[in-house]
């Protein structure tokens, strides 16, 4: 893939603005075979060679508009293969048909594949304005560009941070640098090791192995740093799955036999926590059965449990939130509203009312929450609840912790990932969850519609699950953690701070190559 040139060879060795179309391909095809760095497949080396793949043909010229088309075609295959299941979501359970689902996935594939060209044109620029050489290029500038285009894709018209490169690295050596810099920080890294590949095309260039070397053994020695330590007693936790197919679940004719279906499994048995997932109550609470919450409170009452469950909940006709709830021993009640809403499928973006209408999503125009809530208390620990999507999300979760004045000791993520089949979706998001856990430091509790419940520690390791689509209950004793990750404290500043510091470092190797270069002349 990568082929050895000589260090005196010019670096710039393709001539024209525009790409070949077999450039583009291959590069689309390059982007998109990102997706088996992910979960379920974990092979995250693939990573860095694709990566190292995508500089090494930026890197043959210095065409900015060659670069952002090579950027734009490699983050199109990297988006549409990450997050083809959204597929699902708009054909099978959104109505809408097939040849519109396609070309829905392949529009967000062209704009998120804009972040891709910012990434490569970006740097080309600053390479030229620069005069780098090719190190500086590929082990300073495409890294950071590539690290900023990742941040940028997670909060750019609200977000969609999905597939982020460092997700594939939760397991992996470069995982420990998650409680310092965050999963865009491990991005940078990620790109920083493709460019030493890039680097081994060029002839005496053996240190590069070194800096390689180097960057996975700190993230390996990172993993074994524990930044939190254990807060109180552990406490007893139930985890409800309640596979409801997402075809049923806000059905009519099956709402009975769902709200039957959750009530059994919250009162089963007792725990300090039992959580159910998403809108595992699909329905308002006065569209609810007589006394049906009451009965819930009342048995929350007798068994000593926390009893939490995703339901809507309404403040006016047209002010309602997608919420978890909380009914305690004593009577006290918790509700936490979902802030960070997904487009089209729980707010409607200016302008595209008329997509969603072509679709047949219920509840697709929730109120926002509050961007820092308080955790609730069980016991000795500190619940703090996040709902689907928005453990994507990690430097919000970090702001909820760092805004509290008392932090949370665990984390609690429900969800409902029926709207992706069968998909890669759920053991991504399982993924996601893990990373939350490493940059925390904090226990991540999951209870979900039909996958991944499942129990993840501080250090990111999933403890205990349930297999997919099955109906099922999770029951452990769980330890919360207290104290401050770097991460928490200062969020994605931090690797912010480092690429600046990385991109003042090149423009100082690019003036000490303009002078050397012109007194060789």
């Known amino acids: 893939m990568l082929r050895r040139r000589p260090a005196s060879a010019p670096v710039a060795t393709v001539r024209g603005a525009r790409p070949s179309l077999r450039e583009l391909v291959l590069a689309a095809l390059a982007g998109g075979a990102s997706l088996f760095s992910f979960e379920p497949f974990g092979w995250w080396p693939l990573q860095f060679l694709l990566l190292a793949y995508f500089f090494y043909r930026v890197g043959l010229g210095q065409s900015v508009k060659r670069a952002t088309l090579l950027g734009w075609a490699f983050g199109f295959g990297w988006s549409v293969a990450g997050m083809h299941w959204l597929y699902i979501a708009l054909n099978r359970f959104g109505g809408l048909p097939a040849i519109l689902s396609a070309i829905a996935i392949c529009l967000l594939g062209l704009y998120m594949g804009l972040f891709g060209a910012f990434a490569a044109g970006s740097a080309t620029w600053l390479r030229r304005r620069w005069s780098l050489p090719l190190a500086s290029f590929v082990l300073l500038v495409l890294p950071v560009t590539w690290g900023v285009s990742e941040w940028m894709r997670g909060w750019v018209f609200t977000g969609f941070p999905w597939a982020s490169s460092g997700y594939a690295h939760n397991v992996a050596p470069l995982g420990g640098f998650a409680p310092l810099i965050g999963v865009y920080g491990i991005g940078v890294l990620v790109a920083l090791c493709a460019g030493c590949l890039v680097m081994l095309t060029q002839r005496k260039r053996p ?52 709200l039957d279906r959750y009530q059994q499994l919250l009162t089963a048995k007792p725990a300090d926590l039992v959580a159910a997932p998403e809108t595992a109550i699909p329905v308002f609470p006065h569209q609810l059965p007589a006394g049906y919450l009451t009965r819930l409170g009342d048995y929350a009452k007798e068994s000593g449990s926390h009893l939490v469950f995703g339901i809507p909940l309404m403040d006016s006709a047209t002010n309602y939130a997608n919420s978890v709830a909380s009914l305690g021993p004593q009577g006290e009640s918790f509700r936490y509203d979902k802030h960070h809403l997904v487009p089209f499928g729980e707010f409607i973006p200016t302008g595209f009312r008329w997509f969603t209408d072509l679709m047949h999503i219920p509840l697709g125009d929730f109120t926002r929450g509050a961007a820092v809530q308080q955790p609730f208390r069980v016991k000795d620990q500190l619940v703090l609840p996040n709902v689907c999507y928005e453990d994507v999300f990690g430097e919000e979760i970090a ?27 759920i053991p991504q998001h399982l993924q996601i969850s893990r990373m939350r856990s490493l940059e925390t430091g904090r226990p991540m509790l999951r209870a979900t519609n039909n996958g991944a419940t499942a129990i993840i520690d501080g250090k990111g390791n999933v403890v205990q699950s349930i297999p997919y689509f099955r109906q099922g209950v999770l029951e452990a004793k769980v330890q919360g953690m207290r104290g401050m990750t770097p991460y928490i404290r200062f969020g994605n500043y931090a690797f912010l701070l480092l690429g600046a510091l990385a991109l003042l470092g090149a423009w100082f190797s690019g003036r000490n190559y303009r002078k050397k270069k012109a007194n060789a002349e």
């Open 399 to 425: 702001a909820q912790l760092r805004g509290a004045p008392q932090p949370a000791t665990l984390l609690l993520n429900v969800s409902n990932l029926a709207w992706y089949g069968e998909s890669v979706a």
């Open 207 to 258: 240190w590069t192995i070194g800096l390689l070397g180097a960057v996975l053994m700190a993230g390996f020695t990172l993993r074994h740093i524990d930044w939190t330590a254990p807060s109180g007693a552990p406490i007893s936790v139930r985890l409800l799955q309640g596979d409801i197919p997402q075809d049923e679940k806000f059905s009519n004719a099956h709402l009975q036999s769902i």
